[in-house]
């Protein structure tokens, strides 16, 4: 089932104190940026954010996953409600993120 637009807009107003953060559909889901730093993405309407070590310290119980197949690197993120936990977790996590690389579009 792949999410629906308003189920991202509900999260996009939940994470809108992190600052920055945009999202663009990606393979039919969306990807989360914030500041130019891919951090997570939304999937079958739910939330997942990067493994990191601040990822991990915010969020001590979770298991890594691969909501999409491949190697499992990112987490649930269960708790929605809490905007200020939000914020925390994807300034975090985006600090010890890089940048993502831009995508050259080929000549014709």
């Not at 914030?34 to 310290?57: M, P, W």
Request: proline share 5%.
């Amino acid at each position: 089932m792949a999410s629906t637009p308003e189920y991202m807009e509900y999260i996009a107003g939940q994470l809108k104190e992190a600052g920055g953060v945009t999202y663009k559909k990606l393979f039919g889901e969306y990807g989360l940026w914030r500041e130019g730093k891919f951090f997570g993405t939304v999937e079958d309407n739910q939330l997942y954010i990067k493994v990191t070590k601040a990822s991990h310290a915010l969020l001590p119980e979770a298991v890594p996953v691969a909501p999409h197949g491949g190697t499992p690197g990112m987490y649930l993120v269960e708790e929605l409600e809490d905007k200020e936990f939000l914020a925390k977790l994807v300034r975090e996590t985006c600090r010890e993120l890089a940048e993502s690389k831009k995508i050259r579009k080929k000549k014709e």
